[in-house]
């Protein structure tokens, strides 16, 4: 599927990695990979990109990231301290300098009073630096929050790529 929006984001993207020789990681769960199928479409990306993690489930999370399962039980999946060990452990399981994470409710199911569908956390981690955090309530599809993550994440690497 071609998103002229996201490539052109993926493509900056690149171009700030490469620029300063840094590499991408990611570590996604409610995009199921679209992060990384979005920088790997941009010829070239295996200059800048280095591997993308899904985690989809709990255990894939625990056993591929390392978040604690103490994180996962008291925070939930879809939350900022989860998306923090996320993006960490891709940085500790990788040779990334800087490593996204996303974990959200996509809908149309999943929602919660507390976190209802929409609710994305997403973290950056760059080695040597403070893991930032956020957590969005984005509108729409299944389709549209899953976009809408994917572009906040792509923001937010090309941000800390300054």
């Not at 996604?28 to 941009?42: K, L, M, R």
């Not at 899953?146 to 937010?156: D, E, F, I, K, Y």
Request: a negative charge; one cysteine or more; proline letters at 2%.
């Amino acid at each position: 599927m071609t998103d002229p929006e996201l490539d052109t984001l993926a493509r900056r993207v690149g171009e700030a990695l490469a620029a300063r020789g840094l590499w991408l990681a990611t570590a996604e769960s409610c995009t199921g990979g679209w992060i990384a199928e979005a920088v790997t479409a941009i010829a070239g990306s295996s200059g800048w990109f280095d591997r993308g993690f899904v985690t989809y489930s709990n255990a894939a999370k625990a056993d591929m990231l390392g978040v604690r399962d103490d994180t996962l039980d008291t925070h939930g999946a879809v939350s900022e301290a989860t998306v923090g060990e996320m993006a960490a452990g891709a940085l500790d399981q990788s040779r990334a300098d800087l490593a996204v994470a996303v974990s959200g409710v996509a809908g149309p199911g999943g929602g919660s009073a507390a976190k209802p569908v929409g609710t994305v956390c997403l973290a950056w981690a760059r080695r040597g630096a403070p893991t930032a955090t956020t957590t969005v309530h984005l509108a729409g599809d299944r389709n549209a929050v899953r976009r809408q993550t994917v572009r906040l994440a792509l923001q937010g690497v090309l941000e800390r790529c300054a």
